[in-house]
Structure formats: C-alpha cells, structure tokens
C-alpha cells in the first residue's frame, strides 16, 4: 500500500481525465491519475489530428453554455502552456431546414443570442466554390467554429497537472477499485492507491471499471480518412475552409476539416460496428472508404482523390447521445465521467473544471441534470451491452 494519501485519484487520463488532472493540481490538491498507455496516444478516442469546436450548437440549448466556458478554459490553457491549441476557422453545418442540425443550430444561436448566418445555397456557392449542397438544403455558418488539436491539448493538461503537482503514472493500468464512506482505494500491479475521492475517466474501457454498475454505454469504431483533393488545393486551407458537417438525411452525418498539410479529414458519425477497446479493428478498408468517397464525389467533388490515410478510433455512446456524468450510485465519492458520444472533446477543458468542483464540493456551478444516469432507468435491461 502507497503510505501517502492522495485528495483525488483519477482513472483515465485522456481528454477528460488529463483536464480533471489539471484543475485540481491547480488547486493546490494531491491528485494521483493512472493511465494503462502514455497519453496523448492512438488507442482511445482523443486522436487523430484534430476535433470539432462550435458555438451554436446543436444537440442542445443546455450545451452552449458550457461550450462558452470551454473556450474560455482552452484560452487560458494556450496562454499557460505556451502552445496553440485552437484555430478559428468557422463552421458551416448543412441540412434540410427542419433537419437536426440545421434546427438544431438555429434554436441554439437565437436562444443564447449568438452571432450566426443563414445562407441559402446561392450565397454559400458564392462563398465556397469547394461546396456542392444540394439546391433544397440550408446552411448555417457559426464563426467561432473550429478546431482543436487533441494531441496537445492532452499533453498541455497532463504537462500543466505534473507542474503544478500530480503525481501521474504512465502504462500503469488500475485493475480494481473500492471505496467506503471515507476514501477510496485503486489498486494497479505495482500497489494500492487511497484517496478521499475517485474519478473515473477511462472512455471506452469505463463500463469495465463499474463496479458491476450496469450502464448502457456502447463502445463504436469510428473511422478518419484524408483525401488529397482533385482540385482547387487552396481553397482547402484553413484560412478559406471552414470545419463541415452536412446532415444529408434522417441519422446520416459527415463532418470534416480544412486541409492542414496531411490532407482533408473527413468521416462518417456512427456508422461503425460495436466494439470492445480489446476486439476494436483498428486498421481501415475499402468499406470504410465507400460511403466517405461517395458523399464527397456528390457534396465536395473537388475532395475524393487519393486517400493519403487513415485513422480508428473510439466513441463511448449513450443511447441518447448525451454525455454521461454523475455520482456512482453506491458511492458518493466517485464520480462516473463519459463525456463522448461522439462529440466530447470540445468540452474536455470545462469538464476538467466541472470533475474537479464535483470531487471538492460535490456539485457544478452548471446544470448537468440531464447527464444523470436516472434517465437510464427504464432502459429494459436487454439493450445494456
Ligand atoms: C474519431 C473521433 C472523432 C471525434 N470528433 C470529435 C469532434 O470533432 N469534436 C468533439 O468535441 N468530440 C469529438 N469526438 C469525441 C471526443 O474525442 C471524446 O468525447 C473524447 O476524446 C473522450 O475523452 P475521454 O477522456 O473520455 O477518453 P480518452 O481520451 O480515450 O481517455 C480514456 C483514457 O483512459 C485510459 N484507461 C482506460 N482504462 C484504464 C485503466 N483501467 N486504468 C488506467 N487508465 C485507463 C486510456 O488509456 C485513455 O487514455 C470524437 C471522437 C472520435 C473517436
């Protein structure tokens, strides 16, 4: 047993974890993270390159807030770590009038007030000769919209979190957990960690470290792909292309990014197999390509030309496609944190910051009702995987 005794320890330091790490070493806590690989790495789901930033967002109104405070937190943490961590290049999102994302959008940016556009499909042609939407669609363009760099935004938090503290151990996964109303014990194979308060930040291997907690979380493989464009090379770069996500039917969802030098990034959201971090296939074929190709040879024809490469990756979705964050129900100094579905990573730094009010004073100065695991409870025990 490990004599010292920590304030927090923290299970995962990804995305989530590595924030967490950093506003409670800032705090001046003890805090001890424990992560099975080497963060910022490829096996989870905070890499790749780059990530989605937007204001008006829309899978809900209750978002935005909190997004807001995620640029303000990924500001203080260039300005802290010296590092670039965000590049403004605004967002156009694309869909039928009443569609998720356009209604979606909408609703957010009149709601809280925020600067937008409603471009028809003349002016966004005017605009973007790299776009090809189809004559009934609508766009909505979001200037703060853009892009993080995962990578480093990790390495900032976790750099950050050891300056300032933390004890953080490296390719040390923790194999169990248990707690009593006093403190919390980890234990990983080279000893047993205690501390006042535990969070559990480990993605896509969470529903492993429950406790026999059943939660619906269900692990998807994710594929990236970057295409050297046909044409029009310029009109590519982030300083003309914006980040993109057309919503072209009921469910079907691609998103990408300018081209920073490796290519234009491109995916389908959830159209990947279930998975497990274990049996995940972690290489890209010709079937992940098709359906990517196909809606840019319609949509962005300048873009499908060679596939430069590709990356797999991980969400960890709820069947709402909201974030799960909450209080363990048998214990109240553990705190479950699943901030993905998908569309996490934009909140990584806000999160850090609500993770470490909830371990020190057990509540958010944000409403985070609707993250609660109560919404799960009329899911019929057959669908939890
Ligand atoms: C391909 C892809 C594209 C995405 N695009 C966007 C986007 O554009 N915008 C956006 O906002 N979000 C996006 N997301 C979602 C976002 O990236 C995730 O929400 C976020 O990365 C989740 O962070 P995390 O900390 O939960 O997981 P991770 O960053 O994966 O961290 C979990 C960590 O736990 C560690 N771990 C696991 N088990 C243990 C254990 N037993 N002991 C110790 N450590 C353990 C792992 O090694 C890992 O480092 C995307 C996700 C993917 C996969």
């Given at each position: 047993m490990n004599s010292k005794n920590y304030d927090v320890a923290i299970i995962g330091l990804g995305a989530m974890g590595s924030a967490s790490a950093y506003h409670l070493a800032r705090r001046g806590l003890r805090v001890i993270g424990f992560d099975r690989?080497?963060?910022?790495?490829?096996?989870?789901?905070?890499?790749?390159e780059t990530r989605i930033i937007r204001?008006?967002?829309?899978?809900?109104?209750?978002y935005v807030k909190i997004v807001q405070r995620a640029y303000e937190l990924w500001a203080e943490l260039e300005e802290e770590s010296g590092r670039d961590l965000y590049l403004q290049t605004g967002g156009m999102m694309f869909g039928s009038d009443g569609s998720d994302m356009i209604a979606g959008a909408e609703t957010s940016a009149v709601t809280h007030n925020l600067t937008f556009e409603k471009l028809s499909m003349d002016e966004v042609r005017h605009r973007y000769k790299i776009f090809n939407p189809d004559v009934d669609m609508t766009a909505i363009f979001d200037p703060r919209s853009g892009i993080l760099y995962p990578e480093s935004c990790v390495e900032a938090h976790l750099e950050l979190a050891k300056r300032h503290g933390a004890e953080l151990l490296f390719?040390?996964?923790?194999v169990s957990w248990d707690s009593n109303s006093d403190s919390v014990t980890v234990r990983t194979e080279n000893g047993a960690y205690t501390a006042q308060f535990l969070i559990l930040?480990?993605?896509?291997?969470l529903p492993q470290l429950l406790n026999g907690l059943e939660v619906p979380l269900q692990v998807e493989r994710q594929v990236l792909m970057w295409y050297e464009p046909?044409?029009?090379?310029?009109?590519?770069?982030p300083e003309n292309c914006p980040i993109f996500i057309w919503?072209?039917?009921?469910?079907i969802h691609f998103y990408g990014f300018p081209d920073l030098g490796t290519g234009v990034k491109v995916a389908r959201m959830h159209f990947g197999d279930t998975a497990t971090p274990e049996n995940l296939r972690r290489d890209a074929d010709a079937d992940d390509d098709a359906p990517v190709r196909s809606f840019l040879e319609h949509f962005?024809?300048?873009?499908?030309?060679?596939?430069?490469s590709s990356q797999v990756c991980m969400f960890t979705n709820t069947p709402d496609e909201h974030f799960l964050i909450d209080l363990h129900p048998e214990y109240g100094n553990v705190v479950i944190a699943s901030p993905c579905s998908g569309h996490g990573f934009k909140f990584a730094s806000a999160m850090g910051e609500i993770l470490a009010d909830l371990a020190t004073t057990g509540k958010s100065n944000f409403d985070i009702s609707m993250f609660g695991l109560d919404r799960f409870d009329n899911i019929n025990e057959q669908e939890i995987s």
């Open positions: 690989h080497s963060p910022p790495h490829d096996q989870g789901s905070s890499h790749g204001e008006a967002y829309a899978e809900g109104v209750a390719g040390q996964p923790a930040a480990a993605g896509s291997w046909t044409a029009n090379q310029e009109l590519f770069r919503d072209t039917g009921p469910g962005m024809p300048d873009v499908p030309g060679k596939l430069l």
